[in-house]
């Protein structure tokens, strides 16, 4: 992929793997772990990580400018 992908690519990893362990630490809390937990997560992931993917795509660049005042980036 080139180079100008980066943003995609990796606001589609962030979402998937935040996505994943909030629904899976939000099931849990609010009905417990029983046989059915796994497929409440899958059903509280399908809707969180297109959701989750949308968000990161916003919020990088605001992100990415409040790291820029706070930490030196190499250039």
């Known amino acids: 992929m080139p180079a100008k992908a980066v943003p995609v690519v990796f606001a589609f990893f962030m979402s998937a793997i935040m996505a994943l362990l909030m629904s899976s630490v939000t099931?849990?809390?609010?009905?417990?772990?029983?046989?059915?937990?796994?497929?409440?997560?899958?059903?509280?992931y399908a809707l969180a990580m297109p959701v989750a993917f949308v968000c990161v795509l916003i919020v990088r660049p605001f992100v990415m400018r409040l790291v820029s005042s706070l930490c030196e980036l190499q250039k």
């Open 27 to 44: 099931v849990a809390a609010n009905t417990g772990f029983d046989e059915g937990y796994p497929l409440r997560v899958i059903t509280s």
